[in-house]
């Protein structure tokens, strides 16, 4: 009985809905993690709960984070003198940020206002990484000219941007 009122209670005051064989599989990691803790005296690692459950790896780790509570990504995580350091502060990304998005959208203009040729050249040389011979041979005409080509897209690209 006691067991079903803690599924029910875990089930029923979760912020974020987890399906209910999700919810079974973290509590029965929950018991795993806590009978090793008790036989040895330190935190189990993740493959040794999965080990015993005969489950994957994955498995223990996605039923943990589904039974986890969600924090908001404007939540303080500290806060000294009046300038409080966020999650979301944390968690950026600065490959994603909006000039780098901003970045992405002039650098295809640049390459759109380019002839069909020049693309081209510069698909196979830097997408493809093909050397100017290789490029040279496939397209039929010299490296010298490939090199000029090349010079000259990257030229044009960078005074587009």
Known sequence: MIIGEIRRYLRDNSAVRVSRSMRDTAYRVLQARESLMAQRQTEPTVDEIAGLLEIRREDVTMALDAISEP???FEPMYNASGDAVY?????SDPQNSDEAWLEQIALGDAIARLNSREKHIL????WEGKTQMEVSAEIGISQAQVS??????????KKDL
């Not at 999650?87 to 968690?91: F, G, T």
């Not at 698909?123 to 830097?126: D, N």
């Open 87 to 91: 999650v979301m502060d944390q968690v």
């Open 148 to 157: 000029r080509l090349e010079k000259n897209a990257i030229a044009r690209i």
């Open 71 to 73: 924090v908001s990504l």
């Open 123 to 126: 698909a196979l040389r830097f």
